[in-house]
DNA sequence: CACCTGACTGAAT
DNA sequence: AATTCAGCCAGGT
């Protein structure tokens, strides 16, 4: 079951539009809690069970493929990225400040939270 | 019920 | 400039 602040993650992940990535950061910082960027990693662990969550788009704050290895520990997440239209050279993305795609610039926080507030 | 761990990050040393 | 520490939250042992 996820939690509330699972369901926040997600639903901003699967905002991600195709090319695009964001950081676990990111996504922490557009929900509020700012520091807790490791619950949105971990959020994305859980989120395996949920195929509609483009985990594939969230990386580390340098743009490493850190949660690669959970995909199959194969080149999954890389080959995904790669078919966007994202670079990906060992495990980490090219062009990264490009593919960026920051929460905070292209979704209403406001609605986020009253939406899940209900 | 208390302690440990984890796909992170920024500040401090 | 590089490494360490602490903070954040949920879930597992």
Redesign the pocket.
């Known amino acids: 079951?996820?939690?509330?602040?699972?369901d926040k993650v997600y639903k901003v992940v699967r905002q991600i539009p195709e090319g695009r990535v964001t950081?676990?950061?990111?996504i922490?910082r557009f929900l509020g809690?700012?520091?807790?960027?490791?619950?949105?990693?971990?959020a994305?662990?859980?989120?395996?069970n949920d195929a509609s969550v483009p985990?594939?788009r969230?990386v580390?704050?340098?743009g490493v493929l850190?949660?690669?290895?959970?995909?199959g520990g194969s080149t999954l997440?890389e080959d995904l990225l790669k078919s966007e239209g994202i670079l990906v050279v060992e495990d980490q993305i090219q062009n990264f400040e490009q593919c960026i795609w920051d929460p905070m610039e292209h979704l209403d926080q406001a609605a986020y939270f009253t939406d899940l507030i209900e």
């Open positions: 079951m996820a939690s509330e602040f699972f950081t676990y950061g990111h922490a809690t700012g520091r807790s960027a490791r619950v949105v990693g971990y994305m662990n859980a989120s395996h985990a594939h969230v580390n704050r340098k850190t949660g690669k290895h959970f995909f997440m």
